[in-house]
């Protein structure tokens, strides 16, 4: 698990001074939510100018919408199961 | 101002992803990007004379700036073929009545009944518009309609997703809500009573209304159904990410197949008459859905995926899911593809019923896809980047489904089981998309 890194100096003591500090509870809450999430990936926060790979069509989770459509019609109009990704629209007579 | 642009797309499409909205707009194009066109054709064919499909859908997106983003998808789905009727096989030829299209047909000796005449065409239209209210937040509404000669369906829903830890984490959550309306060709059964030569509404020996369509006099029934999800994406690394998502769905009102009969048999498996399916009217599906990409290599992409599904028709399921997009030049890729699916049978899955048991039973079925069985997907796509504006790509898959025999009758189990009453499906298609950017 790692933590989030930390923010330079300077600005801690700008915010400490300018707003008043949260309640314990809720940043307990913030900690806590920030630590699971991080737990749970045992990752490092991704920053903004190291998404070129992410934003790549084929690292959509999606990455040809149409096809997915055709081929969820086939699955739910052939088994028992729809759902899971997403859902799309208009019903058909199929199941 | 440049350097907000590709961050913003990037986290505009995990959340559009996560909301199952077409992110490839915001993936690929800066502010100020106009039309984009994308069109997907289906060919669908089934072994052993079953459906076959062709299936063209075309698709239009207008980038109206400030991540606001307006779709329309137009489908034609044209479907022949035969499909199973739910009668079991016997060693004698059977004749059936024509439910679906009001023509009788024969079927030899032992093999599985088919109606021959499904045939159907349906038209859906789909809209879409997303937009951002805050730096944060996505949000997307969506209308559907379909229509085909027995079927309509009207729906509409919206999705929100919302960002946070820098962008790493995105919180998605969507409604939608569809009303169905059915309107059989031969009208209405009462679930349980029995086919008769005729197609206006026989009745038979009893049986209960199990569906909420009545009696044949009714022209149409109607189906409400409303989708809930749940899922939250978050970025692994500059190169991994998975995304977790629940979803529910309930269905109520008229769920039989309106054209799915049973095997009414005797001790020997010898059919004495059929009766219509009964399904409950209601239907509560959940499922819990994991996607795991990552790229690897310097240049491919790894997806792997799995869905556990149950409902409260007794049926759960599995699906595991993988594919990897090998870049070989930067223009070009091959994908192979492998899924593997299993599910067990409906609590009223039945293959065929002994006699008198349909004035003791209250949901029975022998629609195959509430079956047991499992299935593989094999295939490949090859994809290729002609320019920076059209890219075009054809995907071959293969698909087969392995029955289990389940659900046989106390008395004819035995009889029956000599037929194969838990047939394979094999079925192929061709996919040919291309998009104009």
């Known amino acids: 698990m790692s933590s989030a890194p930390n923010p330079p100096r300077a600005v801690c003591r700008k915010r400490r001074a300018r707003t008043p500090a949260p309640g314990f509870a809720v940043r307990a809450g913030r900690i806590a939510a920030v630590a699971v999430l991080a737990g749970l990936c045992g990752c490092t926060p991704v920053k903004p100018w190291q998404r070129g790979t992410l934003a790549r069509s084929d690292m959509q989770l999606v990455s040809d919408p149409l096809q997915a459509g ?7 109009s052939k088994e028992a199961s729809s759902g899971g990704r997403g859902f799309g629209g208009g019903g058909c007579g199929c199941n | 101002m440049q350097l ?11 959340a559009m992803s996560v909301l199952g909205v077409a992110p490839a707009t915001y993936a690929q194009t800066g502010a100020g990007a106009g039309w984009s066109f994308d069109s997907s054709t289906l060919l669908y064919a089934e072994g052993d004379g079953r459906v076959k499909v062709l299936e063209p859908k075309v698709s239009a997106a207008k980038d109206l700036g400030n991540d606001r983003r307006l779709g329309a998808t137009v489908t034609l789905d044209v479907l022949s073929g035969a499909t199973p009727n739910g009668a079991a096989p016997y060693s004698r030829p059977q004749t059936f009545s024509g439910a679906s299209s009001g023509g009788g047909y024969t079927t030899p000796a032992f093999q599985l009944p088919k109606d021959p005449n499904f045939n159907d065409t349906r038209g859906a239209l789909d809209l879409d518009y997303s937009f951002a209210p805050g730096l944060r937040d996505h949000l997307s509404f969506s209308t559907n309609f379909s229509t085909e000669k027995d079927y309509t369906s009207i729906g509409g829903g919206g999705r929100w997703a919302h960002d946070f830890n820098d962008g790493n984490t995105t919180l998605g959550a969507g409604i939608n809500y569809a009303s169905d309306s059915v309107n059989p060709i031969g009208g209405f059964h009462v679930p349980l009573s029995r086919m008769t030569a005729s197609t206006g509404g026989g009745e ?17 029934a109607g189906k409400r159904v409303v989708d809930l999800m749940a899922g939250v994406t978050q970025l692994l690394s500059p190169g991994a990410l998975v995304q977790l998502n629940y979803s529910a769905s309930r269905s109520s009102g008229y769920l039989n197949d309106p054209y799915k009969i049973l095997s009414v048999v005797d001790a020997n498996a010898a059919p004495q008459y059929y009766v219509y399916e009964a399904r409950p009217n209601h239907r509560l599906k959940q499922a819990a859905f994991a996607q795991y990409k990552q790229f690897v290599r310097g240049a491919d992409v790894l997806d792997v995926s799995y869905r556990f599904m149950t409902d409260d028709w007794g049926i759960k399921s599995h699906t595991v899911d993988l594919s990897y997009r090998w870049n070989y030049n930067g223009n070009g890729y091959f994908e192979p593809h492998l899924r593997w699916y299993r599910q067990n049978a409906a609590d009223f899955y039945r293959v065929a019923l002994d006699q008198g048991a349909e004035t003791r039973v209250q949901f029975a079925s022998a629609d195959p896809r509430l079956g047991a069985f499992t299935a593989y997907t094999a295939g490949l796509k090859y994809g290729n980047r002609l320019s920076s504006d059209i890219d075009w790509s054809v995907r071959l898959e293969y698909y087969r489904q392995l029955g289990q025999t389940t659900g046989l009758p106390p008395i004819a189990g035995n009889a029956l089981s000599h037929f194969d009453v838990a047939p394979s499906l094999n079925a192929g298609w061709l996919i040919l998309g291309v998009s104009f950017r």
């Open chain 1, 70 to 76: 055709l081929e969820d019609h086939i699955y739910f």
């Open chain 2, 4 to 14: 907000n642009v590709p961050r913003r797309s990037a986290l505009a499409a995990a």
């Open chain 2, 204 to 220: 038979g020996g009893g049986g209960e209304d199990g569906g909420g369509g009545g009696g044949g006099g009714d022209a149409s």
